[in-house]
């Protein structure tokens, strides 16, 4: 019989170690997912957290600034002589140019291109990369314009409001109030100078919106700075007039270019400073550069014989004449180291005021000669010249005034009839304000001055010489070569100048013709400084060419200023009676 073999168990026996090994290594599994969890939640929330608080902000906070417009400058009299106008701007969004298919029709864009005056291509090539989000089109573009690009109805092709600087006077004002580039900043004239001030801090508000578009959260309010109003010296109806008179003047006798200043002798505000030529700042599309230049103070030229009568004033500092002196100018020249000094004619013996009427380079050379180099130079520089004004002004001229220590008799002698020198014309309006407020020196300002705020002045020469002085003036214009400048009603002190212009080498055929002088005399008011550069043909003298102007300008300014007139003993009155007729 057989015996059948027992089968065995193939049931495997789990070894209690291995069923814990499994355990510990699930339960190292999530022990290790949730540390990384924790620490990569500690790394963004600790370590580095900006990223994810920039994204989140970036869909939550919105900004809305609040614009502030550019300063305005205001003449003495509140009148504007630079404003910001609100215009369009026209911008695109690409992105959205693309989503909306908006560059399909072509024809819209070439309308766009045509009155924008630029290359279609060359337009729609700004809006090709559909990443972008803003792209500038045309930078503040008339109402006329803006109101086309909206019955365009471009997509992507939006409007928003910007300001543009106006000049309401336009070239009367040019140089001196400057203008500002497309985006608002002073770059030329009081527009560069006083930039800061005229420019605000826009402010904003900062909020948190949600999903569906409502406010959360005020995060902040940035209250906005207000700009400064720019008030000026300047007087507006003296800046137009004394600008008709200079560009009338220029034309008329095809002169390069010419400048006049006036400047009140109490205060030392500067009340007008015009240039010709000139330029529109509204429209600077075709200006050229010589026409932007303010030559009333960067130009200095050598300023002939108006320096006179500070030598004259210099001898009487220094004692080294009397006001009724009489100086030999026979035989009307001489010979300095070699070189010489003459008057047109042999005047003989001539008092200190007739050297004045006549311009006497003899005499003027004799007075300096006496006074001596050092006394000449320091009245020079008590009066402003080889400094600045003080009128704060971007491109100001200092002029030339040398001070060595060796000087020859023949460079004195040029010295006091205006060469070796030179000065600006708004230096020549200072100098001879310092005359007519009897010696007083006082900086200039472009900014008015209140009353009780004046500038503190410093008497720089005696009075009694400065009235001195005044009255010879006085008389260089009532009989002298000056008579071409005199104003009817008035009491006008003055001198001519005329200077024939340095080049290499020596001095060339050219001219600068100026008049610098002050009224009325009885109770001086303003001083007033012509300079013509260069005028054509044969009329080059300051009695000729400036002297007319200035008696035109301060003509028309005094009366503007209402001055009640000192010297009726030259004006016809005439009195209407009560039947028509003059009585």
Known sequence: MAVTPRKRSTKKIVQPHLGQGRFYFALFVLFAVFASL???????????????????DRRSLRVDPTEVQRGTIVDRHGRE?????????????PKRIHEKQGLVNRERWLALAEVFRTDVDELMARVEDPSRRFVYLERKVTPAVADYVRQLGIPGVYLKTESRRFYPVGEIAAHLVGFTDI???????????????????PGE?????????RVVEEVRVTAAEQPQQLTLSIDQRLQSLAYAELKKAVRYHQATSGSAVIVDVDTGEVLAMVNSPSFNPNNRADLQPHRMRNRAITDAYEPGSTMKPLVVLAGLEAGAIRQDEVIDTSPGWMRIGGRRVSDPINRGEQSITEILQNSSNMGSSKIALRTGVEQLLATYAAVGLGNDTGIGMIGESYGVLQHRTRWSDFEIATLSFGYGLTATTLQLAQAYSVIANGGVYRPLTIQRREEGNLMPGTQVVKRENAEAVLHMLEQVVADGSAKNARVQGYRVAGKTGTARKAVAGGYGDEY?????GVAPVSDPRI??????????GDDYYGSTVSAPIFAEIVGDALRAMNVPPDHLEDTQLRVAGFAGGAQ
């Open 38 to 56: 924790v620490a990569r939640a500690a790394y963004i929330q600790v370590v580095e957290p900006e990223q994810l608080i920039y994204e989140g």
């Open 81 to 93: 002589l630079a404003v910001s106008v609100p215009v369009q701007t026209v911008w695109a969004d």
């Open 183 to 201: 985006d608002g900043r002073g770059i030329e004239g009081l527009e560069a100078a006083y930039n800061e001030v005229l420019t605000g801090k």
């Open 205 to 213: 508000r900062l909020y948190r919106k949600d999903a569906q578009g």
């Open 512 to 516: 600068v013709t100026l008049f610098a």
């Open 527 to 536: 001083a007033v400084v012509v300079t013509v550069n260069e005028p054509s």
